[in-house]
């Protein structure tokens, strides 16, 4: 069974600090991830893919197979950061997003 | 591009009815999938859509139910509601039957079930 594990379901940091916001996965083949965010009064939305190695606003994820983790990393926290993020997996070839719990986080002036 | 629409947005219903819920894609694509996410946790798959067939479905009892027009539009309906089938259920549409690209979600519609 494929799972997603988001461990805080609250992060609060200050403006300008480093944000990293943990997801582990548990498949026995080759994920796709992704993060998505939602935030204040938005739609949910497409944050990053693995596959693409980008950054969006910021924002950096690395997958790391041997530790099964996907975690999301800002250098520099800003308000806008503020939001409910979620980690997905999508099996390899299935069409549907496993999703975490997501973690609220917010940053502080 | 008005975006993934759905309606209604809001609902209720008490346990024993019937519910359908209406999703249009944005223009161009060809799939929609449904989520449930209920108070706390992330949304959780209920089906797939391409090109009016089923592609996937979720591990939701078979009280729920799926279709897809010509016109890419779909439908969920959910006979025979609990109390625990109050969630928000998301719509959302993309390109191709994968989800490697973007999915886009729609605002939802929040069903209360008393």
């Known amino acids: 069974a494929q799972r997603v594990t988001q461990p805080e379901k609250l992060l609060s940091v200050f403006k300008g600090a480093p944000v990293e916001l943990k997801c582990n996965y548990s498949y026995s083949g080759s994920p796709e991830l992704f993060w998505y965010v939602q935030y204040s009064r938005q739609r949910l939305q497409l944050l990053l893919r693995?596959?693409s190695r980008e950054s969006i606003k910021g924002f950096t994820a690395d997958l790391n197979k041997g530790e099964t983790s996907f975690h999301l990393k800002k250098p520099f926290a800003q308000e806008e950061d503020s939001a409910m993020y979620y980690c997905a997996l999508s099996p390899q070839g299935a069409q549907k997003l496993v999703f975490g719990q997501g973690t609220r986080l917010t940053i502080n002036p | 591009d008005a975006g993934v629409t759905q309606s209604p947005t809001h609902l209720i219903k008490t346990r024993g009815q019937h519910v359908t819920l209406r999703c249009s894609p944005i223009s161009g694509h060809k799939s929609v999938s449904w989520y449930q996410q209920v108070l706390g946790q992330g949304p959780q798959f209920i089906f797939q859509y391409y090109e009016k067939e089923e592609r996937g479905r979720g591990n939701f009892p078979d009280r729920f139910s799926a279709r897809q027009f010509p016109n890419y539009s779909s439908e969920l309906n959910v006979n025979a509601l609990l109390l625990g089938d109050s969630a928000l259920y998301l719509c959302?549409?993309?390109?191709?039957?994968?989800?490697?690209?973007?999915?886009?979600f729609g605002e939802g519609s929040r069903l209360t079930v008393l």
């Open positions: 693995h596959i």
């Open positions: 959302a549409s993309s390109l191709g039957s994968l989800v490697t690209g973007e999915l886009f």
